[in-house]
Each structure stands twice: as C-alpha cells, then as structure tokens.
Nanobody, 126 residues
Framework: QVQLVESGGGLVQAGGSRRLSCAAS????????MGWFRQAPGKEREFVAA????????YHADSVKGRFTISRDNAKNTVYLQMNSLKLEDTAVYYC???????????????????WGQGTQVTVSA
C-alpha cells in the first residue's frame, strides 16, 4: 500500500515558477514508477509527466516539455514537478500517482496507475 500526499500548490503569476512535491508513505516507493496528472475545471484529467522507479527514464507531455521537469528522490520517498514559465492554461488541480511497469504498459493512461494523491491546486494569474 502506498499513500501519496501532494504539496506546493498555490497562486503564481504567469511566467513564474513553482515546485510541487509528492510525499509517499511505505517502503516500496522506490519500486514504483510515478506520474503527474492535472485536471482543469470541466476537462478530463490529463497526463503531465512520468518517471521510472529508478529515475533513469522520464517522459513529459508535449504541452509541458521544456517547461516542466519531473524528478524523484527515493531516499526521501518524494517525487517532484518543477514548473517553469507557467501559463494561464496550466491552471489545474495537480495529482501525483504511482504504478508498476508504466513505461511498458503506458505511462500516460490513468487506468495503469494504482495509487493517487488527493491533488493540489495550482492557479496561474495574468
């Protein structure tokens, strides 16, 4: 069992930066691939980025490539999402999630993730 708790959300101006953290409980965190998703009001949850269990592989959605970076620290049981050059359209609730073999099964698909956090709101203002 893995429990995930996101933090770091808030209000940020367009062009600014924010770092989200996702703290995981349990000793098996380092065996899980991890991902970040987001959901804006009235829209479906969309994939943002994923990272392999070891941290060696990452994948970012085209919409955030070059602006967002996913990383993890297995010693701290934490995964991060560094968000730079934020845009108004990045406003959403951001969720972290964990699953197994995501880079084989498909890291962009919500149904492949076993554990989800409660989400943290990021609001980008003009």
């Amino acid at each position: 069992q893995v429990q995930l708790v996101e933090s770091g959300g808030g209000l940020v101006q367009a062009g600014g930066s924010r770092r989200l953290s996702c703290a995981a409980s349990g000793r098996t965190f380092s065996s899980y691939d991890m991902g970040w998703f987001r959901q804006a009001p009235g829209k479906e949850r969309e994939f943002v980025a994923a990272i392999s269990a070891s941290g060696d592989s990452t994948y970012h959605a085209d919409s955030v490539k070059g602006r967002f970076t996913i990383s993890r620290d297995n010693a701290k049981n934490t995964v991060y999402l560094q968000m730079n050059s934020l845009k108004l359209e990045d406003t959403a609730v951001y969720y972290c999630a964990g699953g197994k073999d995501l880079f084989i099964r498909g890291s962009t698909l919500t149904q492949n993730y076993d554990y989800w956090g409660q989400g943290t709101q990021v609001t980008v203002s003009a």
